[in-house]
């Protein structure tokens, strides 16, 4: 067992309300395989699991066919999937694969952003559902908007390299080399997250409903949905 007797966790959390659609039938697909290297879901329903190499499941009933058709594409020439997230009422997407390649439903300066760091490794990318974005690289990384950025800011200051962001409408999760930075989380993910001795989070998703997908990265995870 590792210990994380050093990793930080910092921030604000808030109050919530529990409105998201449970995800039963996910939560039993992810049981079923084991393992998890990363995912995404929303309050309403939707989800999608990433395992192994490329191994890809979803919801029945959960994302539309532009974010289905890709995943299905990238699945069947068995790229290697590295990252998917789905902005909290599924408007946008992002998905990274193979190394540093990517494929969007996203604003026009989200593009335009990810485009300039073609020549990097994005660890991380989400959206939500105003637009708002950030990204993270192996050097670099970048908020849309003063609020983001200063979370960016902030966590690096504190905790170090960043392995990731998560982003939903309200709040903003950091995971960094030594620590997680967090602002406007519902209560339940930060009680999860200080909960974890065992491994280190490397990606961590939530919804402002409190519902959550946190993995290591390749296989190890924690879930409440």
Avoid at 44 to 58: D, L, T
Avoid at 122 to 146: E, M, P, Q, R, V
Avoid at 152 to 171: D, F, V, W
Wanted: overall charge neutral; some cysteine; aromatic content about 10%.
């Amino acid at each position: 067992m590792e210990d994380h007797l050093t990793f930080g966790i910092s921030g604000k959390v808030i109050s919530y309300t529990d409105v998201a659609t449970p995800l039963k039938e996910c939560s039993d697909k992810i049981g079923e395989i084991g393992s998890l290297k990363s995912g995404t879901l929303t309050e309403n329903g939707q989800c999608i699991i990433i395992y192994n190499k490329s191994g890809v499941w979803w919801k029945g009933d959960g994302p539309d066919s532009g974010v289905l058709s890709k995943l299905t594409e990238i699945n069947k020439s068995n790229d290697s999937i590295n990252e998917v997230s789905i902005s909290p009422n599924a408007k946008y997407y992002y998905i990274g694969y193979q190394g540093a390649m990517w494929s969007t439903r996203a604003t026009t300066e989200m593009n335009q952003k990810l485009k300039e760091y073609d020549d990097e490794i994005i660890s991380s990318s989400c959206i939500n559902d105003n637009g708002d974005f950030a990204i993270t690289t192996n050097k670099h990384f970048y908020g849309s908007t003063d609020y983001l950025h200063n979370a960016l800011l902030e966590a690096k200051k504190r905790y170090g390299y960043i392995e990731s962001i998560s982003i939903t409408n309200k709040g903003v999760i950091v995971v960094c080399e030594k620590g997680i930075y967090l602002h406007n989380v519902p209560t339940r993910v930060y009680e999860k997250l200080i909960q974890m001795t065992a491994w280190r989070p490397i990606r961590v998703k939530f919804t402002d409903s409190g519902t959550y997908i946190i993995t290591d990265g390749k296989s190890r995870y924690s879930t409440f949905m």
